[in-house]
Antibody, heavy 123, light 108 residues
Framework: QVQLVESGGGVVQPGRSLRLSCVASGFIFSSYGMHWVRQAPGKGLEWVAVIWFDGTNKYHADSVKGRFTISRDNSKNTLYLQMNSLRPEDTAVYYC????????????????WGQGTLVTVSS | SSELTQDPTVSVALGQTVRITCQGDSLKSYYANWYQQKPGQAPVLVILGKNNRPSGIPDRFSASNSGKTASLTITGSQAEDEADYYCNSRDSSGYRLVFGGGTRLSVL
């Protein structure tokens, strides 16, 4: 069965960096695009970034562009989110999610989601 | 980018039919997808694209689209359907996604 396990969350001071990881299993990781989606406490879902199955393209939300970078290592079945210059408004649960369409040169929509990792940005 | 608008709260009597709507310019070009999220849990995809239910999603969930409005219909609402529901679609770039603000469904 599809499993996505995020890690790397924690408490970090404003302006600092953090790298999230997501280890995938139960499917051919290198065949699927992957997303990061976040949810601030008590708020709705916010899409953060997507990377195509082969890593050739990646797109980020305007709210994180220039500060966050999505990447992947298909040899390790692992998705990453490098978060720099963190702000208090980045506080959220960060979900890793698989795109619904394999071998898709584009951005589909997430189908399977991990359980999330909490990032708290506070001094 | 573009926005998707949802009613914050909707209620339905047990066993009745409810429609949850999502409005936005991007829906003229792209289908909405729908997610269910219960407290403390990750979202679950309930409708993909035009009107496709992933495996395990009951057939009481269906979707429709008209112009800039997408709708999720639950026919014969059950107590376990009480949850937050989110729509999403691609934004005007075609490569980024956008989520609606979510609708909290209460089953009375």
């Amino acid at each position: 069965q599809v499993q996505l396990v995020e890690s790397g969350g924690g408490v970090v001071q404003p302006g600092r960096s953090l790298r999230l990881s997501c280890v995938a299993s139960g499917f051919i990781f290198s065949s699927y695009g992957m997303h990061w989606v976040r949810q601030a406490p008590g708020k709705g879902l916010e899409w953060v970034a997507v990377i195509w199955f082969d890593g050739t393209n990646k797109y980020h939300a305007d709210s994180v562009k220039g500060r966050f970078t999505i990447s992947r290592d298909n040899s390790k079945n692992t998705l990453y989110l490098q978060m720099n210059s963190l702000r208090p408004e980045d506080t959220a649960v960060y979900y890793c999610a698989r795109d619904s369409a394999p071998y898709y040169y584009g951005s589909g929509t997430p189908d399977y989601w991990g359980q999330g990792t909490l990032v708290t940005v506070s001094s | 980018s573009s926005e998707l608008t949802q009613d914050p709260t909707v209620s339905v009597a047990l066993g009745q039919t409810v429609r949850i709507t999502c409005q936005g310019d991007s829906l003229k070009s792209y289908y909405a997808n729908w997610y269910q999220q219960k407290p403390g849990q990750a979202p679950v995809l309930v409708i993909l694209g035009k009107n496709n239910r992933p495996s395990g999603i009951p057939d009481r969930f269906s979707a429709s689209n008209s112009g800039k409005t997408a709708s999720l219909t639950i026919t014969g609402s059950q107590a376990e359907d009480e949850a937050d529901y989110y729509c999403n679609s691609r934004d005007s770039s075609g490569y980024r996604l956008v989520f609606g603000g979510g609708t909290r469904l209460s089953v009375l």
